[in-house]
């Protein structure tokens, strides 16, 4: 069992970044692959980024190349997500997820543990 619990969402001007950080309760933590997605309504939950169990992959959706990079810490049970040069399209909730094959893939229906969500309000 994960349980997961995000962080570090708000209200920032277009151009800016945010630091978004997912704290992991359970001791399996550093054998789960990790990912982030976000949600608008209306839209299909959307695959952000995912980093393997021991972060040596790593999984770009097509709006975080180049601006948002992942990182882990399997010793604190974290993963942050950093975004940068924020559009006002990237406004949404972003959610951590647990993927139990540990490969931070794309796909969601790997993820077997989620979190609540932070909302990410971008404005131009």
């Known amino acids: 069992q994960v349980q997961l619990v995000e962080s570090g969402g708000g209200l920032v001007q277009a151009g800016g970044s945010l630091r978004l950080s997912c704290a992991a309760s359970g001791r399996t933590f550093s054998s789960y692959g990790m990912g982030w997605f976000r949600q608008v309504p209306g839209k299909e939950r959307e695959f952000v980024l995912g980093?393997?169990?021991?972060?040596?992959?790593?999984y770009y959706g097509d709006s975080a190349k180049g601006r948002f990079t992942i990182s882990r810490d399997n010793a604190k049970n974290t993963v942050t997500l950093q975004m940068n040069s924020l559009k006002p399209e990237d406004t949404g909730v972003y959610y951590c997820?647990?993927?139990?094959?540990?490969?931070?893939?794309?796909?969601?229906?790997?993820?077997?543990?989620w979190g609540q969500g932070t909302q990410v309000t971008v404005s131009s």
């Open positions: 997820a647990a993927d139990s094959l540990g490969t931070g893939h794309p796909r969601a229906g790997n993820y077997e543990y």
């Open positions: 980093t393997s169990w021991n972060g040596v992959s790593t």
